[in-house]
């Protein structure tokens, strides 16, 4: 732990579900994050701050002007600069004990399964589906939980998919590990349950081609860093088998269930 835990992490250490337990297993926690854009910006900044000790960050990106209406971990002076190197900068300046590591390579059919299964828990930040495929079969074969984020326009989505669904009573639990939910077997559903096929080429726009407003990165990330925390701490409530909606213009917040449409039933 650092010289300076119990003044940096006051604020959580206070909380009854999080405490020393709690906080011990954030440090522990192993986080591997896909895409350091919009969704990934926020995701490491609050995970980070909130004591998370090992980061795998993947991306194959530069910072490029474009990122910086919404990118907001990154500067003019970044760019050019591999984001997943910038990001861990950014990491360590916050918090040298943080242990991150770094791959400046695309997610592939190659790599995905050794990527993910290093960490206890994924987050998808990438903008596209066979990412979101790809991290979702890695997931699924290795039993790993991901959150699932996606922006277009005004509008985002929020999900948890291949979780385990039954954990221990917030305030009766005693967190030693992130692991000390995983002793059941009720896994919820995974994306290709809900959407067995990608959409056909054209069908959906990506957050390049629709466009998006800035600050709605910033909302749903958070929304992806607090079903992180929510998983690593045992606590209730997880996006497991729902799915959250967010629009900007009415801040309206709609979850609904998640169907099995596939032959998993």
Same mark, same amino acid.
Not at 65 to 72: A, E, K, P, V, Y
Not at 195 to 202: M, V
Not at 251 to 257: A, D, G, L, R, W
């Given at each position: 732990?650092?010289?300076?835990?119990?003044? =940096?992490?006051?604020?959580?250490?206070?909380?009854?579900?999080?405490?020393? /337990?709690?906080?011990?297993?954030?440090?522990?926690? =192993?986080?591997?994050?896909?895409?350091?854009?919009?969704?990934?910006?926020?995701?490491?900044? +609050?995970?980070?701050? %909130?004591?998370?000790?090992?980061?795998?960050?993947?991306? %194959?990106?530069?910072?490029?002007?474009?990122?910086?209406?919404?990118?907001?971990?990154?500067?003019?002076?970044?760019? /050019? =600069?591999?984001?997943?190197?910038?990001?861990?900068?950014?990491?360590?300046?916050?918090?040298?004990?943080?242990?991150?590591?770094? +791959?400046?390579?695309?997610?592939?059919? #190659?790599? %995905? *399964?050794? +990527?993910?299964?290093?960490?206890?828990?994924?987050?998808?930040?990438?903008?596209?589906?066979?990412?979101?495929?790809?991290?979702?079969?890695?997931?699924?074969? !290795? @039993?790993?939980?991901?959150?699932? /984020?996606?922006?277009?326009?005004?509008? $985002?989505?929020? !999900?948890?998919?291949?979780?385990?669904?039954? *954990?221990?009573?917030?305030?009766?639990?005693?967190? *030693?590990?992130? #692991?000390?939910?995983?002793?059941? %077997?009720? =896994?919820?559903? @995974? +994306?290709?349950?809900?959407?067995?096929?990608?959409?056909?080429?054209?069908?959906?726009?990506?957050? !390049?081609?629709? $466009?998006?407003?800035?600050?709605?990165?910033?909302?749903? /990330?958070?929304?992806?860093?607090?079903?992180?925390?929510?998983?690593? &701490?045992? &606590?209730?409530?997880?996006?497991?088998?729902?799915?959250?909606?967010?629009?900007?213009?009415?801040?309206?917040?709609?979850?609904?269930?998640?169907?099995?449409?596939?032959?998993?039933?």
């Amino acid at each position: 732990m650092e010289p300076d835990f119990l003044d =940096r992490y006051q604020r959580q250490l206070s909380l009854r579900a999080v405490g020393m /337990g709690g906080q011990r297993a954030l440090r522990a926690a =192993r986080v591997t994050i896909v895409g350091l854009g919009g969704l990934g910006c926020p995701v490491v900044q +609050y995970l980070a701050a %909130a004591g998370v000790g090992n980061f795998l960050l993947v991306d %194959a990106d530069r910072v490029s002007l474009s990122n910086l209406q919404r990118q907001i971990l990154y500067t003019q002076n970044d760019i /050019g =600069r591999f984001k997943v190197e910038v990001a861990k900068e950014w990491i360590q300046k916050q918090n040298p004990q943080i242990i991150v590591e770094v +791959y400046t390579e695309m997610l592939s059919a #190659e790599n %995905a *399964t050794a +990527y993910l299964a290093l960490a206890d828990i994924v987050v998808d930040c990438t903008d596209n589906f066979a990412a979101r495929y790809l991290i979702n079969d890695a997931c699924a074969s !290795a @039993n790993k939980p991901w959150v699932y /984020g996606s922006i277009a326009k005004f509008e $985002g989505q929020v !999900a948890v998919f291949n979780a385990v669904t039954t *954990t221990p009573e917030v305030e009766n639990h005693n967190i *030693t590990t992130p #692991e000390f939910s995983q002793h059941s %077997a009720l =896994r919820s559903l @995974n +994306y290709r349950d809900v959407f067995s096929k990608p959409p056909g080429e054209g069908e959906i726009q990506n957050c !390049a081609e629709a $466009g998006v407003l800035g600050a709605l990165a910033g909302i749903i /990330g958070s929304f992806q860093a607090m079903e992180v925390l929510k998983w690593i &701490l045992g &606590l209730h409530g997880l996006l497991a088998n729902q799915m959250l909606t967010y629009n900007a213009i009415d801040h309206s917040i709609v979850k609904f269930q998640l169907v099995n449409n596939s032959d998993r039933k």
